[in-house]
């Protein structure tokens, strides 16, 4: 079965852009999350969707938002960047979601973010 | 509030050593889950195991071994004869209902084992 798959790997964007990322999860579950990994906050939860809707979010401003649509794939989008969105970003399906306290999460490699 | 807390920023032992990394977590919930994930150089966080709040009893698996102590609101992990290719950061990871689901996540702790 494929693992949690994200694009691109990699990405350099400049100060005011605004940048999409892309998470595909694993066949059958329903349930993205979004987190932000950076060496200072550690893993920092954004939003989760399941089913379409966007069910928790975290403590981040509006220029971060998502979707996702109706094969779960989801994406991810930042607009204003600023310096400070430099961070490897990784998206995480579960079959169930957050919802059920008990499902393990599924990572993808991430997408590592440059702002300059 | 949710938190979890990984004192112990970075490990360094010899192979062979066993290592014990700790997780204290904060809840005002009854029912909740514990996890731990490793995220080796490559990535990719991977999940090692779970618990869920009314199941104090010791896992092993391998070398891998974890304890759990409500009274102590921890969920430690131990690797016996520790291996290169344990060299990772771990985290240490609590779900629960605070009015919508989530998991958060520890700082992490990065474990050098060297040869």
């Known amino acids: 079965k494929a693992g949690v798959t994200q694009t691109p790997r990699y990405l350099i964007k400049t100060r005011g852009q605004q940048v999409t990322l892309s998470c595909s999860p694993i066949?059958?579950?329903?349930?993205v999350s979004w987190y932000q990994q950076t060496p200072g906050q550690g893993l920092q939860f954004l939003f989760e969707?399941?089913?379409?809707?966007?069910?928790n979010k975290g403590n981040f401003p509006g220029r971060f938002s998502g979707r996702q649509f109706s094969n779960s794939r989801s994406e991810m989008n930042v607009s204003t960047l600023e310096l400070g969105d430099s961070a490897l970003y990784l998206c995480?399906?579960?079959?169930?979601?957050?919802?059920?306290?008990?499902?393990?999460?599924?990572f993808g490699n991430g997408t590592r973010l440059t702002v300059t | 509030a949710q938190k979890v807390t990984q004192a112990q920023t970075e490990i360094s032992v010899v192979e062979k050593e066993d290592v014990t990394l700790d997780c204290v977590y904060e809840?005002?919930?009854?029912?909740?889950?514990l996890f731990w994930y490793k995220q080796p150089p490559s990535g990719e966080l991977v999940f090692l195991i779970r618990?869920?709040?009314?199941?104090?009893q010791n896992e092993i698996s391998g070398r891998y071994s974890w304890n759990f102590q409500k009274s102590t609101s921890s969920f430690n992990f131990t690797i016996t004869a520790s291996q290169v290719v344990d060299s990772a950061v771990y985290f240490c990871?609590?779900?629960?209902?605070?009015?919508?689901?989530?998991?958060?996540f520890g700082a992490g702790t990065r474990l050098f084992v060297k040869a």
């Open positions: 995480a399906s579960s079959l169930m979601g957050q919802g059920a306290l008990n499902s393990p999460l599924h």
């Open positions: 066949s059958g579950h329903r349930s």
């Open positions: 969707y399941f089913s379409e809707t966007q069910r």
């Open positions: 809840t005002r919930d009854t029912t909740y889950y």
């Open positions: 618990r869920n709040s009314f199941d104090e």
């Open positions: 990871a609590l779900s629960e209902d605070t009015g919508g689901f989530k998991t958060i």
